[in-house]
Structure formats: structure tokens, C-alpha cells
């Protein structure tokens, strides 16, 4: 099984930027469709964005479009997520996700994501 942890966490203005990193480990991470969720405080856990194992196809939320960009280095076993203009209502737990290897389509629903990193914590003040 896949061993994800993230990094590039914390706290941020609005209107600034971050990157997330999502390394993998036990695997090689092009077997892998990899991907973003995130929770808020009180909040049901959100899809954000999804990569396909070759980097071809990205997918992000309508909520994070246009701000937010996806995109893996497979050399490095390493996702990113590139968020820009980011808005207080941004913040919350970032987590990275793995879809059982082998598989190449990208989902929004955490329930089809079989491996998850700690999390990281995006806070974005106003």
C-alpha cells in the first residue's frame, strides 16, 4: 500500500499563494490516480482537485478553479497543488488521496479513494 504524506501547510493572507506536496512512498506513484481533498471545521470533507497516473488529465473543483492547479512529478513520487488568490474560506485540512493502483479514472467522491495522508493545515486570514 501507498504511504502519502503532504507538506507546504500554513498560514497565509488572502490573495497569496501556497503549494502543497504530496509525496508517496511504498509504491512507485505513477500507479496511482492521485488527488486533494480538504476539510473545514464543521464541514463535510470536499473533493479539490485529482490527477490522472500519467499527469494527462487534471480535474479541479468549481470552487477552486482558475485559482487552484494539480500536477505530479512521477520522477520525484510527488503530487502538487498550486493555490493562488487564495480566500479565507480556503482554509481547512488539506488532505492528499490515492485511488487503489491500477485504476485511471479520476472521482469526486472520497468514498472511491483508498489511501490518505495526515493532512495538512491551509489557514488563510482575511
Known amino acids: 500500500q501507498v504511504q502519502l504524506v503532504e507538506s507546504g501547510g500554513g498560514l497565509v493572507q488572502a490573495g497569496d499563494s501556497l503549494t502543497l506536496s504530496c509525496t508517496a512512498s511504498g509504491r512507485t506513484s505513477s500507479d496511482y490516480v492521485l488527488g486533494w481533498f480538504r476539510q473545514a471545521p464543521g464541514k463535510e470533507r470536499e473533493y479539490v482537485a485529482a490527477i490522472t497516473r500519467s499527469g494527462e488529465t487534471t480535474s479541479t473543483a468549481l470552487s477552486v478553479k482558475g485559482r487552484f492547479s494539480i500536477s505530479r512529478d512521477n520522477t520525484k513520487n510527488t503530487m502538487y497543488l498550486q493555490m493562488n488568490n487564495l480566500k479565507p474560506e480556503d482554509t481547512a485540512i488539506y488532505y492528499c488521496?490515492?485511488?487503489?493502483?491500477?485504476?485511471?479514472?479520476?472521482?469526486?467522491?472520497?468514498?472511491?479513494?483508498?489511501?490518505w495522508g495526515q493532512g495538512t493545515q491551509v489557514t488563510v486570514s482575511s
Open positions: 488521496a490515492a485511488r487503489d493502483p491500477g485504476l485511471t479514472n479520476i472521482r469526486t467522491s472520497g468514498l472511491d479513494w483508498s489511501s
